[in-house]
């Protein structure tokens, strides 16, 4: 598995690996096959691996303790704290306070069994609280070695420079794929220009560019992307468009859409590591083969070109969840 450095100095695999859903989200939880999934990911040189506390809530990070109890590997953790629920609840509030990421970074550390957080995360920013307080609490939390590196997820071009002034961020967190492209607008490349990594999440769409899901789909119990606005089978007959084009392409290069979608992700900079969810190990196994393809400048610019010229129907996220996106 290639390397690749977010910031200055934290260097992870090319592809990491998304474990939301081995919690909740998409569909029922199995924890045994969670468990295979990551030691799996390791075998494959995945040795980056993407939580949050509000995951569960709290059982992703105890899941991962307890593969990293069993196991002890060297695998970079990269956690988040900010989006505040109660168990069972998507309705949720945000909390960026130092106090709160104090009390919410302590929490992490027993639920992982760990002594440092590799990267922390602000998952969403609080618009109430200012982001050179929430900054300094960070930083103090790395003078006590509580954590290694500072994150920030979803937020604007003017907010990522407010905080990198006043401590290094070592890599930003956003959705970022072929039907998910603001961020090029202006946060991309001002984490080219400060050195700050970015790793985007939902890489595939959250599995909708890989043109296995139809707008009749049956998701079943317990997925909650038929609430998103993109996923309304209306949205989706229409985003279907975006998918045949990838998916054309794909079978032009050899590749599966999962593959080309993710091997575009790399090309795009070597500071970017995406982090594509998976709890089933057929997918995995597919996703981490993206490192094995090159795409040339002229395919990149027909696939980028192909996917412009068709717009995307529906938010990502639903007005709850569009809270502190691009704050």
């Not at 060297?74 to 990421?101: C, D, H, M």
């Not at 590591?273 to 990149?300: C, F, H, M, W």
């Amino acid at each position: 598995m290639q390397q690749r450095t977010l910031g200055s100095d934290l260097t992870v695999s090319a592809i990491g690996l998304g474990c939301m859903g081995m919690s909740e989200f998409y569909g029922p939880r199995d924890d045994s096959e969670s468990l295979r999934v990551l030691a799996r990911a390791l075998e494959l040189g995945i040795d980056f691996f993407d939580t949050a506390d509000m995951y569960g809530p709290h059982h992703n990070e105890a899941l991962i303790g307890r593969f990293l109890a069993s196991h002890k590997p060297k695998v970079r953790i990269a956690t988040k704290f900010g989006i505040v629920r109660n168990p069972g609840e998507y309705q949720r509030s945000l909390n960026s306070s130092a106090a709160y990421a104090r009390n919410a970074c302590e929490a992490s550390l027993r639920r992982l069994g760990i002594e440092q957080i590799d990267l922390y995360y602000v998952h969403r920013v609080n618009p109430d609280t200012p982001i050179e307080e929430t900054m300094e609490g960070l930083a103090q939390l790395v003078k006590e070695g509580k954590i290694a590196h500072i994150g920030l997820c979803e937020v604007s071009a003017d907010t990522l420079r407010r905080a990198h002034a006043v401590h290094p961020v070592t890599a930003v967190q956003t959705e970022y794929s072929l039907w998910t492209r603001d961020v090029e607008q202006a946060v991309l490349p001002t984490c080219q220009e400060l050195g700050i990594g970015f790793v985007p999440y939902s890489p595939l769409g959250r599995g909708f560019l890989t043109g296995k899901l139809q707008e009749n789909t049956d998701f079943g119990e317990g997925d909650f992307r038929p609430n998103l606005p993109r996923f309304s089978e209306q949205a989706m007959h229409a985003n279907r468009r975006i998918a045949d084009v990838i998916g054309e392409m794909a079978n032009h290069k050899g590749s599966t859409p999962a593959q080309l979608s993710l091997a575009w992700l790399l090309s795009k900079g070597d500071n970017i590591v995406p982090i594509p969810g998976t709890k089933r190990l057929r997918y995995l196994e597919e996703n981490t083969a993206a490192t094995s393809i090159t795409l040339s400048a002229d395919e990149q610019q027909r696939l980028e070109a192909a996917t412009e010229r068709l717009p995307v129907t529906g938010e990502r996220y639903t007005p709850e969840g569009m809270k502190g996106v691009n704050a």
